[in-house]
């Protein structure tokens, strides 16, 4: 599962460096955007982020079964994505929001829109303040923590008890592989049009219908070695279905492209295909992890330390090298060699200069330097 991790997160890094070419809404744009890019990120978006929230998951029951109970569970989670979270709303993310402003006209330096401006809330140069922009995901799983380990300080023998029973019963014949897929394309279908598709950690309903289920998924899979088998037989299947799913998502992404709305009709196909498509895709990446990657190597623990911080500081960075090496006009293979060179060598830095100083360490996601 660790490289699994340290895969989705360095796919996200090179996703993120495409989206500044992809003709789709982002923070900042190359003056000419590329179709070409649609297909393959059309592929890439139905599933990336609910594995991300499924390997958080699973990463989640490890650090449960090695605590002294439901409290300091939830206290070493609220330590390792609270602290970075408040650290990097307060200095990672103002240098992103500085350049979003810029690009709508606003007048001053960082220095005086991060000591006045950026503390403000509401709108302001048409972006909304307060923000924690790419960082939303370390709220969400901070959130699903806290309220996981709730509620197993409340009942948390009948809580796993009831994962171990709904693991068993999933595990018979083909109902991980269909069951999931009704559960997630009903609630997704049942919220399209009710709820405003927006991030928000008390707006994104349709956000957290998939990710909330997709993270105790991982939760109860590494309490339940028992249901590796299922998922290993049923894995053919599954990617078979993520190849369908995936189909309506690029008809409709290229039909459709950018900011323009499908018929409803449409809609629906896209929405429920995109979930169907991340949990199929989820159980084919968990069995090729769990099959092929499932061994240990000297470069396996540093890559997944460094995961955290390279998300922390991966999206500012391709911003602010986006932000000063568009105007240069290099052409587009050059600006993603630099782009991703560039975001790559910040975030070598930060981890590797971070974390030999101790105090640092928290700030960014890493555990305390022991003694």
């Not at 380990?149 to 796993?160: D, S, V």
């Not at 709904?166 to 999931?180: I, K, Q, S």
């Not at 390279?310 to 568009?326: D, E, G, R």
Request: one cysteine or more; aromatic letters at 14%; hydrophobic letters at 55%.
């Amino acid at each position: 599962m660790d490289w699994l991790r340290i895969a989705a997160f360095g796919l996200l890094i090179v996703y993120h460096v495409a989206m500044v070419f992809a003709p789709w809404d982002w923070v900042i744009h190359t003056p000419q955007s590329y179709a070409v890019l649609v297909p393959p990120m059309a592929l890439l978006t139905p599933w990336r982020l609910p594995l991300l929230f499924a390997v958080s998951g699973y990463a989640s029951r490890k650090l449960y079964d090695r605590s002294a109970g439901p409290v300091a569970f939830g206290r070493s989670r609220a330590e390792r994505l609270l602290v970075p979270l408040a650290f990097g709303m307060a200095v990672i993310v103002p240098l992103e929001m500085w350049v979003r402003v810029m690009e709508t006209g606003y007048p001053h330096g960082y220095l005086r829109f991060w000591t006045v401006d950026y503390w403000r809330t509401g709108t302001f140069y048409g972006r909304e303040f307060p923000s924690w922009e790419h960082l939303w995901f370390v709220a969400y799983l901070a959130a699903y923590s806290l309220l996981l380990a709730g509620a197993l300080a409340l009942g948390g023998a009948r809580i796993l008890a009831a994962m171990d029973r709904a693991v068993a019963w999933l595990a018979t014949g083909r109902r991980l592989l269909w069951v999931p897929i009704g559960v997630l394309a009903a609630m997704r279908l049942a919220l399209l049009f009710v709820v405003p598709e927006r991030q928000g950690l008390f707006s994104d309903w349709a956000g957290h219908a998939q990710f909330l289920l997709m993270f105790l998924f991982g939760f109860a899979l590494a309490g339940a070695p028992g249901l590796w088998p299922t998922i290993h037989r049923n894995w053919k299947a599954a990617l078979a279905i993520a190849a369908l799913a995936g189909l309506p998502v690029v008809a409709t992404e290229m039909i459709w492209p950018g900011s323009a709305v499908p018929p409803h009709a449409i809609m629906a196909i896209d929405r429920a295909c995109r979930v169907t498509m991340a949990w199929t895709m989820i159980l084919t990446l968990f069995h090729i992890a769990e099959t092929w990657w499932n061994r240990d190597h000297k470069w396996r623990k540093p890559l997944a330390e460094a995961v955290f911080p390279f998300y922390i500081i991966h999206h500012t960075a391709i911003v602010l090298i986006a932000w000063y090496t568009l105007p240069l006009n290099l052409g587009p293979f050059t600006e993603f060699a630099l782009l991703l060179s560039g975001t790559m060598a910040a975030c070598i830095a930060v981890y590797l200069i971070g974390g030999r100083i101790g105090w640092f360490r928290p700030l960014i996601g890493l555990a305390p330097k022991r003694a």
